[in-house]
T-cell receptor, first 113, second 111 residues
Framework: DVKVTQSSRYLVKRTGEKVFLECVQD?????MFWYRQDPGLGLRLIYF???????EKGDIPEGYSVSREKKERFSLILESASTNQTSMYLC????????????FGPGTRLTVL | SQQGEEDPQALSIQEGENATMNCSYK?????LQWYRQNSGRGLVHLIL?????REKHSGRLRVTLDTSKKSSSLLITASRAADTASYFC???????????FGKGTLLTVNP
């Protein structure tokens, strides 16, 4: 079974802090994704990576950056956390575009005070 | 990118009843997937139906696809309290890297 893990289930940070959210998948998947999920807004794609060192902006990339130095790991970085980035963050991976199924991690609930 | 719209937004039923939720989309697709999300957790893939399929089964799940109406339905038979979750559809055009998820249907199964 595919396993996608995220570094924290809950995280509390202060405004202005730099925040790292880590995601690791163990199935050699090419593609990885970061979403945020907010009540009433559903899931929104922040960034995705189609291969190592390759990334593409999603629908809401402002205030975020990403890093993919190794195939199994995809990091989401909040350069200077703000209260409007309080949200549930979900990471997902997919074997390749031709195989559409995405596998999700358990999520990180981030609170920015 | 594609986006599915689930209907209804919320559904409450008794254990043992069937639950039906619907998904509509706007442009042509290669496949459509359904996912489940338990409260506060990640999404879990349930089933994928390709554009040349009309119906697919997996255990207590039955998915239909009508490409002429650009709609899909997910039927859960003999529901259980453990089926309480949000359900999302994700239509995919295939050439696009991205899946776009709607707001989902919140299903509550009362014991």
């Amino acid at each position: 079974d595919v396993k996608v893990t995220q570094s924290s289930r809950y995280l509390v940070k202060r405004t202005g802090e730099k925040v790292f959210l880590e995601c690791v998948q163990d199935m050699d998947h090419e593609n990885m994704f970061w979403y945020r999920q907010d009540p009433g807004l559903g899931l929104r794609l922040i960034y995705f990576s189609y291969d190592v060192k390759m990334k593409e902006k999603g629908d809401i990339p402002e205030g975020y950056s990403v890093s993919r130095e190794k195939k199994e790991r995809f990091s989401l970085i909040l350069e200077s956390a703000s209260t409007n980035q309080t949200s549930m963050y979900l990471c997902a991976s997919r074997q390749m575009p031709a195989i559409d199924t995405q596998y999700f991690g358990p999520g990180t609930r981030l609170t920015v005070l | 990118s594609q986006q599915g719209e689930e209907d209804p937004q919320a559904l409450s039923i008794q254990e043992g009843e069937n639950a039906t939720m619907n998904c509509s989309y706007k442009t042509s697709i290669n496949n459509l997937q359904w996912y489940r999300q338990n409260s506060g957790r990640g999404l879990v893939h349930l089933i994928l139906i390709r554009s040349n399929e009309r119906e697919k089964h997996s255990g207590r799940l039955r998915v239909t696809l009508d490409t002429s109406k650009k709609s899909s339905s997910l039927l859960i038979t003999a529901s259980r309290a453990a089926d309480t979750a949000s359900y999302f559809c994700a239509p995919s055009g295939g050439s696009n890297y991205k899946l776009t998820f709607g707001k989902g249907t919140l299903l509550t199964v009362n014991p």
